[in-house]
């Protein structure tokens, strides 16, 4: 390889590596460390419990109620709350069996704290039954 080849693919590495770090930041580039998740966004936690029990609530509903986004918790009755925005929002908890609350979560810079919510029973629970229909000569009719 000649001067002239090897001073060329030298400014094109730099021209790469300059590009490299206006897309992702030179902070990402020249630390090797990988670009931070937006700051809108936080690893805050959920945990849901049976208010009289004490027992993790499995299944619980948790709605952003304006953008709809919902999360489900876990066995252990915990849910992440990442796709709320940073300031709070309201959050809507639901699950049959338990009394559906309407709640302002807030989610600050830095705050990562779990944050519990007990939920109160109801005496409500969904019946279901099915019953065989008995075989008819009778035509269905529209």
């Not at 990988?34 to 948790?62: F, N």
């Not at 709809?68 to 908890?93: I, N, Y």
């Amino acid at each position: 390889m000649d001067a002239a080849a090897a001073w060329l693919l030298g400014r094109i590495a730099v021209l790469m590596l300059l590009a490299t770090a206006a897309v992702i930041g030179l902070d990402a580039v020249f630390n090797r460390s990988r670009p931070k998740a937006p700051a809108r966004y936080r690893q805050r936690m959920l945990s849901a419990h049976d208010e009289q029990t004490g027992e993790p609530i499995e299944g619980l509903e948790v709605m952003d109620v304006m953008s709809g986004t919902t999360a489900l918790t876990s066995r252990t009755g915990s849910v992440s709350l990442a796709f709320l925005p940073e300031g709070g929002s309201l959050v809507r908890l639901r699950k049959l069996g338990f009394a559906s609350t309407t709640m302002t979560v807030p989610i600050s810079r830095n705050d990562t704290a779990t944050l519990t919510v007990l939920m109160q029973r109801t005496g409500r629970h969904l019946n279901v039954s099915a019953a065989r229909p008995e075989p008819t000569d009778r035509p269905l009719s529209a």
